[in-house]
């Protein structure tokens, strides 16, 4: 069992060893200094010192979940974010999330085909595979296939279920390169107004969303109750996504057909953070909804508790564009 540090000095304290004998330690010491001049003979304060430090060691370190409550902390002006070098790169981060399938995952040693024996590995596995499952289909499945050499979106879609946008919220960025490729509207909408970029945000697949703007993706779209990309990112809290958008040039105070802009929905999740980053990039905390709350008004009906009065102090003292 191990001993708490409060019980080391116990078993570690000099006075419990037994006493040194003196021309023992004069001799040793002697031969010691001979071949190194920073070495001296132990003394008892040395020694306390030595178990003090030892002691010190085994000293908890403050826990890293110990918060300072009522703190106030200067905004945030929406810099630093993952985001910033997206549109200067060349795309990889998506590319490093292309599909893997499962046969190029399943260890057999099958898939060192698709990697550690090279391209023609592979390819004599793919044959293989055509082989195999076109012995295995029934005439009908055989006439499917054979009816359908691309994708057939008319086929595989519903008002619902979108393959694009299923993908989108899968993180399946290879298939949905392909979809495109074949001529899929990247902007397509589900019945209810909701895009692939929008499904991405709700599932906060940040290499998605980034990778469907470089794309084209339309970042202003809206679903048919009026709420835009920016309403969605605040609501799940995804910060990086905020700036993101920011950064292509969405409106901060753009209000649904509710009149709820980005901000109420940051006061109503009581999210300060993502509050600092659109008030400094020109929310507008004056604007009302249409049964005139202001963004203060909504975060005050939460009651009298720590973070009503912080995220009160945050509209109250904060500037647009203020410069920090």
């Not at 000293?59 to 997206?86: H, L, M, N």
């Not at 390169?177 to 397509?188: M, R, S, V």
């Not at 008030?279 to 604007?287: M, P, S, W």
Request: hydrophobic content about 35%.
């Amino acid at each position: 069992m191990a001993a708490s540090w409060l019980s080391i000095p116990s078993f570690l304290d000099y006075r419990h060893l037994p006493p040194p004998c003196a021309p023992t330690l004069r001799s040793k010491f002697t031969s010691a200094t001979s071949k190194t001049s920073s070495f001296a003979a132990p003394t008892t304060r040395g020694r306390s010192h030595s178990i003090a430090s030892i002691t010190h060691a085994f000293k908890r370190a403050p826990s890293s979940k110990t918060r300072q409550r009522g703190v106030w902390e200067d905004p945030d002006d929406g810099s630093g974010s993952d985001y910033d070098d997206e549109e200067e790169g060349d795309g990889s981060e998506g590319d490093d999330l292309d599909f893997e399938s499962d046969w190029e995952q399943d260890g057999d040693g099958v898939v060192g085909r698709a990697s550690g024996d090279g391209v023609s590995s592979a390819d004599n596995y793919e044959e293989e595979l055509v082989k195999e499952v076109e012995q295995l289909l029934g005439p009908e499945e055989t006439a499917v296939l054979r009816d359908n050499s691309t994708p057939n979106l008319a086929k595989i879609s519903t008002s619902k279920w979108n393959p694009l946008h299923t993908f989108a919220l899968a993180g399946q960025i290879h298939f949905m390169d392909k979809l495109l490729e074949n001529g899929l509207d990247i902007d397509t909408v589900d019945e209810y107004g909701l895009t692939a970029l929008h499904k991405a945000i709700i599932g906060k697949k940040e290499a998605v969303i980034s990778h469907l703007l470089r794309k084209g993706a339309d970042p202003h779209v809206r679903d048919r109750d009026g709420a835009t990309l920016l309403h969605y990112a605040v609501q799940v809290s995804a910060k990086q996504t905020v700036k993101l958008l920011i950064k292509y040039k969405v409106d901060v105070n753009v209000a649904d057909n509710e009149g709820w802009t980005p901000l109420h929905i940051s006061m109503q999740s009581r999210n300060r953070d993502i509050a600092k980053i659109l008030l400094v990039n020109g929310a507008d905390k004056t604007r009302r909804t249409k049964d005139g709350k202001t963004p203060l008004d909504l975060s005050l009906c939460y009651g009298k508790d720590f973070k009503s009065y912080d995220l009160a102090k945050l509209l109250k003292l904060v500037l647009a564009n203020q410069d920090f």
